[in-house]
């Protein structure tokens, strides 16, 4: 399996002076073609900037991107289309991520067109088939958004991302705004997708449920940084960072043995990015923080294939 896209210490900073927010403060990680990697913090962990940052759509301070080797941020204007052509995105609201000016065809079709892609014949039987393939009714293409229930507007974002068949999606937080039920309606369509076209997709999102069931690998956020990072499975069952060990005791559990037992929360709230504490960022709020915690980051630590943690408790003793 290759590499579809490589992450190296990327920053995106907003602000100038003293006023900075250092929402992706030194990011690095790889995406495997046809991988599923979640993405999972607490709001305002830098998350949705780090999507974002990954297409272009933010501009990064620095660190390097790479889409299949390829560096976005190097790229002429053409590149960019092409760019453009191959990636996509799937936004949190799909209220207001769709114009609601324009009717479904023109929404879909306006990709085709701006990319002169096909012939408007061409466009009218692509609209037919993408809609058809994400289970929206081809009779509804000349209707508003505004008709259309939560459910269905996500399912018509998700058929404009598949537009111009890109290889990697983004999905930021795609189905938090949904009811339950409906959440899993669009996560099932997002893994047939998958399977069907071999497509790769970085899944953002607060909630761990939702993360833990449609991922292959998971990445912990916390204040602009990764803090842990593993197969699902390792993470979910081995989580050595208190923080990712606090999510995972929130996480609401159906087994009779784990019924009445009290989940003890994360005590405060998340500093902020434009001043983050000293040392470890999550020291302030760890039950097991040590002044070493408060005084020095913890370099990133692999303990096992594939299981990476940034936490004192976990670096060898001298480093």
């Given at each position: 399996?290759?590499?579809?896209?490589?992450?190296?210490?990327?920053?995106?900073?907003?602000?100038?002076?003293?006023?900075?927010?250092?929402?992706?403060?030194?990011?690095?990680?790889?995406?495997?073609?046809?991988?599923?990697?979640?993405?999972?913090g607490?709001?305002?962990?830098?998350?949705?900037?780090?999507?974002?940052?990954?297409?272009?759509?933010?501009?990064?301070?620095?660190?390097?991107?790479?889409f299949?080797?390829?560096?976005?941020?190097?790229?002429?204007?053409?590149?960019?289309?092409?760019?453009?052509?191959?990636?996509?995105?799937?936004?949190?609201?799909?209220?207001?991520?769709?114009?609601?000016?324009?009717?479904?065809?023109?929404?879909?079709?306006?990709?085709?067109?701006?990319?002169?892609?096909?012939?408007?014949?061409?466009?009218?039987?692509?609209?037919?088939?993408?809609?058809?393939?994400?289970?929206?009714?081809?009779?509804?293409?000349?209707?508003?958004?505004?008709?259309?229930?939560?459910?269905?507007?996500?399912?018509?974002?998700?058929?404009?991302a598949?537009?111009?068949?890109?290889?990697?999606?983004?999905?930021?937080?795609?189905?938090?705004?949904?009811?339950?039920?409906?959440?899993?309606?669009?996560?099932?369509?997002?893994?047939?997708?998958?399977?069907?076209r071999?497509?790769?997709?970085?899944?953002?999102?607060?909630?761990?449920?939702?993360?833990?069931?449609?991922?292959?690998?998971?990445?912990?956020?916390?204040?602009?940084?990764?803090?842990?990072?593993?197969?699902?499975?390792?993470?979910?069952?081995?989580?050595?960072?208190?923080?990712?060990?606090?999510?995972?005791?929130?996480?609401?559990s159906?087994?009779?043995?784990?019924?009445?037992?009290?989940?003890?929360?994360?005590?405060?709230?998340?500093?902020?990015?434009?001043?983050?504490?000293?040392?470890?960022?999550?020291?302030?709020?760890?039950?097991?923080?040590?002044?070493?915690?408060h005084?020095?980051?913890?370099?990133?630590?692999?303990?096992?294939?594939?299981?990476?943690?940034?936490?004192?408790?976990?670096?060898?003793?001298?480093?």
């Open positions: 399996m290759s590499e579809i896209l490589t992450v190296d210490n990327v920053k995106t900073y907003f602000g100038t002076g003293t006023s900075v927010v250092k929402a992706v403060d030194g990011v690095s990680f790889t995406v495997q073609t046809g991988e599923i990697l979640g993405v999972v607490e709001s305002g962990c830098g998350k949705s900037t780090l999507g974002r940052t990954l297409l272009r759509l933010e501009e990064k301070v620095s660190g390097d991107i790479r299949n080797d390829i560096d976005p941020f190097a790229m002429d204007t053409q590149e960019i289309k092409e760019f453009r052509r191959r990636t996509a995105m799937v936004f949190q609201d799909p209220s207001s991520s769709l114009n609601p000016r324009k009717r479904v065809d023109r929404l879909l079709s306006q990709a085709l067109r701006v990319h002169g892609v096909g012939t408007r014949a061409d466009w009218d039987q692509k609209v037919e088939a993408i809609l058809n393939e994400t289970g929206i009714n081809p009779q509804y293409r000349n209707r508003y958004p505004h008709q259309f229930s939560g459910g269905q507007k996500q399912r018509i974002g998700v058929a404009r598949l537009m111009l068949d890109p290889e990697l999606i983004v999905l930021d937080e795609a189905v938090s705004a949904l009811d339950v039920s409906i959440q899993a309606q669009i996560i099932n369509l997002l893994l047939d997708l998958k399977e069907e071999d497509l790769t997709y970085v899944f953002i999102s607060h909630d761990l449920s939702v993360v833990e069931f449609i991922s292959d690998r998971i990445i912990v956020m916390y204040l602009g940084r990764i803090v842990e990072s593993a197969p699902k499975r390792t993470i979910m069952d081995r989580p050595l960072h208190p923080y990712t060990q606090a999510l995972i005791g929130a996480f609401p159906t087994a009779m043995e784990d019924r009445g037992k009290s989940v003890k929360a994360i005590e405060g709230d998340v500093p902020s990015p434009m001043n983050p504490p000293p040392g470890c960022h999550f020291a302030p709020r760890c039950p097991f923080a040590t002044d070493k915690c005084a020095h980051y913890p370099p990133t630590t692999q303990t096992e294939e594939g299981h990476t943690v940034a936490c004192w408790l976990h670096t060898p003793e001298g480093t």
